[in-house]
């Protein structure tokens, strides 16, 4: 929790004016009131992160006060101040609801202590309520990298975690953004802080906003109280801005505040909250060319563009497909509780033909319903489900070798075509050892000529030299 505005209430003026001493010592804005009665008023005027009240008072006691607030502002924490400190009071005062209570005369150190104790839990209960409506990865956090792009890529990464800097990951849909994101945070000084993720292109223009910056209570329609943010709850951590490219024009203004200066106010606040966050932000547009379409503020982007980091798709590396299918064939196999399944020759083969237009998300996929429709312990064609394109011929194999018809975007091709009823798989084969032909054997300009990196090239030839398709 960040406190900020303490109310004080005690009827007696000496011990009242020590207290707002001693809150306003420790950097905190405070109130103070003379007895319970004009405390909830000013709750009911304004906004508070903190009660601290006096047990004993005229009129309504400390008590009552206790139980007004929970119904006037609901959440705010209560702190009892007694000079009688009997065992009964400080125990009734805790089953009513106080969060902890101090004995007069109160120190500021003690003041100081309970503060903090109480700012320390308060957050970890908001961590973990984040926690429990966020999904951190179907299956397990870590990046699995074996391709050499992929592991330049981490290597940068790292070099990167060690500064604040605001770092922006591009990549297309489904390439592991969000995975790279976390192990930015964890290889960072701030591994310990939070890690805290908001989907923007999740939410309107206005959920999006309080999700940011949290809220007051009366801000809006439904808000009943106080709400805290994604930025509050990262204090001290890492924040992803994930799909950032799809944020508003007036939202892309508050962001750069936020990433200017460090502060922000909650909606339909008027504090101004000061946080320590490091930001990492997400997409799969072209920033720089919705800049140029006045799609995207041209100064966010400059602030967001600090550490670029991009991701190559999955198409591109070839060396990650394998121990990818390995490790979700491993976790989905667990949940299923059988053994984790090989892959057969001719799935092999498949799975690394497929050009993957959606990427690490769609192979996590495809295996995980290729372990759901398993019946033995080997998955093979008849269990891989690909894209619209192929799904009418996949569905029709029921061994590792069979025909079937090929499917491009545009539906089934001729009848009477040369390449009508061939395997996808054998024509680019083809394809590549005739432009290999064609070449003397220079693979790069081989490459260079179907339109793929040569390490590309070199792996699909490894493939077929290991399953006996070529010398």
């Known amino acids: 929790m960040s406190i900020h505005r303490v109310l004080v209430v005690d009827d007696d003026a000496l011990s009242r004016e020590f207290m707002t001493e001693a809150v306003l010592s420790l950097d905190f804005e405070v109130q103070a009131t003379d007895s319970a009665e004009a405390a909830l008023d000013e709750l009911r005027r304004d906004a508070y992160d903190l009660v601290l009240t006096d047990l004993r008072m005229p009129g309504m006691g400390g008590m009552d006060l206790l139980t007004a607030v929970e119904e006037v502002c609901p959440g705010i924490p209560v702190v009892m101040v ?66 050499r792009p992929m592991l330049d890529t981490l290597a940068t990464a790292e070099r990167i975690a060690s500064s604040k800097g605001t770092v922006l990951v591009t990549g297309e849909s489904g390439t592991g953004k969000e995975k790279v994101a976390q192990f930015i945070h964890r290889t960072s000084p701030r591994k310990d802080g939070p890690f805290v993720r908001v ?17 007051e209570r009366g801000a809006f329609t439904g808000a009943h109280q106080r709400r805290e943010g994604r930025f509050e709850l990262a204090d001290g951590g890492t924040l992803l801005l994930d799909e950032i490219g799809e944020i508003s024009p007036a939202l892309q203004t508050k962001l750069l505040r936020v990433l200017e200066e460090e502060e922000f106010e909650r909606v339909g606040g008027t504090s101004t909250l000061s946080i320590d966050v490091r930001i990492i932000a997400t997409t799969n547009r072209d920033l720089a060319e919705e800049v140029r379409k006045g799609k995207f503020r ?79 312990d080997v998955i093979r064609p008849s269990h891989l489900m690909f894209g619209p394109s192929t799904a009418a011929s996949l569905s029709t194999t029921h061994s590792d070798t069979h025909t079937g018809s090929i499917f491009d975007s545009r539906g089934p091709r001729p009848v009477g075509s040369a390449l009508a009823n061939r395997r996808l798989a054998d024509i680019e084969r083809e394809a590549i050892l005739s432009t290999l032909e064609k070449t003397g054997g220079n693979k790069t300009e081989a490459a260079r000529r179907l339109g793929v990196t040569a390490r590309t090239l070199s792996n699909k030839m490894k493939l077929w030299r290991s399953l006996g398709l070529v010398a």
């Open 82 to 147: 007694t000079a009688h400190g009997t065992v009964e009071s400080s125990v009734e005062a805790m089953r009513r609801g106080a969060v902890d209570f101090l004995l007069k005369p109160c120190s500021p150190e003690s003041i100081a202590l309970v503060l903090e104790r109480i700012g320390h839990t308060h957050r970890l209960e908001q961590e973990n309520a984040y926690l429990r409506n966020e999904v951190v990865g179907k299956a397990g956090a870590g990046v699995i990298a074996h391709s």
């Open 199 to 215: 989907n923007c292109a999740a939410l309107s223009e206005q959920l999006l906003e309080s999700e940011l910056f949290g809220h």
């Open 298 to 376: 041209e100064d966010l982007y400059y602030r967001l563009h600090v550490l670029p980091l991009h991701l190559a798709p999955l198409r591109e590396r070839m060396d990650d497909i394998l121990p990818l299918v390995s490790h979700f064939a491993s976790h989905y196999a667990s949940e299923r509780g059988i053994e984790t399944p090989d892959l057969s020759a001719a799935a092999t083969e498949r799975m690394l033909n497929w050009p993957w237009p959606g990427n690490v998300r769609e192979l996590e996929n495809v295996i995980q319903r290729a372990v759901v429709l398993l019946e033995g």
